[in-house]
């Protein structure tokens, strides 16, 4: 089983994507979306490669409050992310 994890596009080259996960990026491809995805746009991620669902803001911002109350590490990354 594999958990989806939200990131933020932030480019696109034809099928694939540019995301940031917790300032870490890489290319996923958007070949399983039916959806069209547009810089800003957060996507669920899964296994470090297919992007599986467009998902919204709101909602990606629900998911990354819960990764970070279950892996501390995360919310220190994230408040490093946002004084930067």
């Known amino acids: 089983m594999c958990i989806a994890v939200p990131a933020e596009v932030v480019s696109i080259d034809g099928s694939m994507a540019m995301v940031d996960v917790y300032g870490d990026r890489f290319a996923v491809s958007l070949m399983m979306l039916s959806e069209t995805v547009q810089l800003g ?3 669920a991620v899964q296994a470090r490669r297919y992007a599986v669902a ?3 803001r709101a909602d990606a911002q629900t998911a990354r409050r819960l990764f970070e109350d279950l892996f501390p590490e995360l919310a220190a990354r994230a408040q490093t992310m946002h004084v930067a």
Request: no cysteine; glycine share 0%; aromatic share 16%.
């Open 54 to 56: 467009k998902i919204a």
């Open 41 to 43: 746009d957060f996507i």
